[in-house]
């Protein structure tokens, strides 16, 4: 196997990633609900319009639990970077996001991130990594949650010093395996469709990739069109969950995995089927239009609702 010039997996591991703080209010959190579809059906959706409004006031807007999505990207102000590794950024491909909450966000706060390698492996013509965000609130100090990011980098394989792929991670692998999808009928089926403008609305919650907003990249990396974000579609197929499982109670979210198999382009029609394990909600995400699958995995929550 070919050695990737000027990377050392053993310098990576010991990398230390710098600590950043960030600070978000009220507003952040509602342009964040607008751009994952809250309310974008009805104005006045009882589920929801807590996301966007509250009558007494900013400081009681509930918080969707997928915002903490957007605490993995800002941990990470220099991107996906390890010393000594390469890769083209048009070329990156973000595989899977796995989110723990341990308690319900502020409507706004000052958080404090700290960044670990969580996993690092050689897939010959690509390199896998992954990413451990553990986010507090920075007054008292409390965990708030974890995200574990999972980045595909093409190109960027070839590093194992031996015959034997490189590969290290510091968790258990079953939280990464590929979600089994039931072939019974869906507990719950949620059609919602996204906006032609949603990736605009979307990227103003920090992630200003081109590939979501100019046509020239989109078309470069092989698109039609710009593409929606994969944590926007993450963030509809919760808020899915949310509405028919956990019946409108946001904190009943435990825990969240989504596997992005598949673009989804901005107007599209996202149809989310929910089978029940358990506590588990299994979950697969599918564009209408093409009847492809776009995203799955699974949610885990507290309890379930005495209506369920």
């Known amino acids: 196997m070919a050695e990737s010039s000027g990377f050392d997996p053993q310098l990576a591991l010991s990398h230390k990633f710098p600590e950043t703080t960030y600070t978000y209010t009220a507003r952040d959190s509602v342009l964040y609900a607008l751009g994952v579809g809250a309310c974008a059906r009805d104005a006045v959706d009882d589920d929801e319009l807590k996301y966007v409004y509250h009558a007494n006031g900013e400081q009681n807007l509930q918080v969707l639990p997928t915002f903490a999505a957007l605490l993995s990207l800002a941990s990470l102000p220099n991107g996906f970077n390890l010393p000594g590794l390469e890769y083209d950024q048009s ?49 008292s100090g409390e965990l708030l949650c974890m995200n574990r990011t999972t980045v595909f980098l093409r190109g960027a394989g070839g590093f194992s010093k031996s015959s034997q792929p490189y590969s290290y991670s510091n968790y258990q692998t079953d939280k990464a395996s590929a979600v089994k999808i039931p072939k019974t009928h869906p507990f719950a089926v949620f059609e919602d469709s996204t906006q032609p403008s949603q990736a605009l609305l979307y990227r103003l919650s920090g992630d200003y990739n081109p590939l979501h907003s100019d046509p020239m990249v989109a078309k470069i990396a092989g698109f039609s069109r710009p593409i929606l974000h994969g944590l926007c579609t993450l963030g509809f197929a919760v808020r899915a969950i949310i509405k028919c499982i956990c019946k409108g109670d946001p904190n009943l979210i435990k825990s969240i995995t989504g596997r992005f198999l598949l673009h989804m382009f901005p107007g599209e029609t996202l149809i989310t089927e929910m089978w029940l394990d358990d506590l588990r909600v299994i979950y697969q995400a599918k564009v209408k239009e093409r009847n492809q699958t776009v995203l799955s995995g699974y949610v885990d929550v507290h309890r379930l609702t005495s209506a369920q």
């Open 91 to 139: 070329l990156l491909l973000h595989g899977q996001q796995y989110i723990e909450l341990y308690r319900p966000f502020p409507s706004n706060g000052c958080i404090h991130n700290k960044v670990s390698l969580a996993g690092l492996h050689d897939k010959g013509k690509a390199a896998i990594i992954e990413f451990e965000t553990k986010s507090y609130e920075k007054e």
